[in-house]
């Protein structure tokens, strides 16, 4: 899942972007308004966990800009008023979900990943393929019942393999949707981290190479 987190507060931002990455997801990190807007005009986020107030750009106005773009991402509008009128503003502005700080990490993590199910064709909580079981929110793999464990970023390629439900995915999208905008386009890293996921899942392999297209499942 691709997130992009846009805070002014930078020690907020930093520490938001690292927990999700803990949560195996590819975050980037805008810091005022304007930046968030120049982010979204080349990258595709499954979920915007956007601060309302916000420098440059405010974060009100980004909101209804990316809205009549007809953005394809979620929304998660942060504030530090919890009144009812100021939710009810925020969602009028065309956002999907609101917080109010201080919050509970975990409870932002659990809206993160519920509007990232749904900022593509529903797909269940838990995701079941080829005998494996995938738990995004319990970061939990299972192959024939037997637990998996696997680094962030194997988490993260397996989850969109599953996700795609017997497509192809490219490296282009893998690198897109696991890692974030600093890698390297012309990195081996996907074709690496594919040969460690192949050998954690054991036999028989489920994870079939397109020549010249990408991997499916």
């Not at 982010?39 to 009100?60: A, F, M, N, Q």
């Not at 009128?85 to 065309?94: A, I, Q, S, T, W």
């Not at 969109?160 to 012309?186: C, H, Y």
Request: aromatic share 4%; hydrophobic share 45%; with cysteine.
């Amino acid at each position: 899942m691709r997130v992009l987190v846009v805070e002014d507060e930078r020690v907020l931002a930093d520490a938001i972007a690292t927990g999700l990455r803990r949560e195996a997801m590819a975050v980037d990190v805008a810091y005022d308004g304007g930046g968030a807007l120049e982010k979204t005009s080349y990258i595709d986020y499954d979920v915007i966990v956007l601060d309302r107030d916000l420098p440059v750009v405010h974060g009100d106005e980004v909101c209804r800009r990316l809205v009549e773009q007809r953005t394809a991402s979620r929304i998660l509008m942060l504030t530090a008023s919890g009144d009812v009128d100021d939710k009810v503003e925020g969602l009028g502005l065309g956002a999907d979900d609101y917080l109010a700080k201080p919050f509970v990490f975990i409870e932002l993590v659990a809206r993160v990943r519920a509007l990232g199910r749904r900022s593509a064709p529903a797909l269940p909580p838990v995701l079941e393929r080829a005998g494996i079981r995938l738990d995004p929110g319990k970061r939990l793999v299972e192959r024939d019942g037997k637990e998996v464990v696997l680094t962030k970023k194997e988490f993260a390629v397996l989850e969109e393999l599953m996700r795609a439900e017997g497509a192809v995915v490219s490296q282009e999208d893998l690198l897109d949707k696991a890692w974030d905008e600093n890698i390297d386009p012309f990195t081996n890293v996907v074709r690496v981290t594919m040969m460690t996921l192949r050998k954690k899942l054991g036999e028989p392999q489920v994870i079939e190479t397109v020549p010249g297209v990408g991997y499916k499942l």
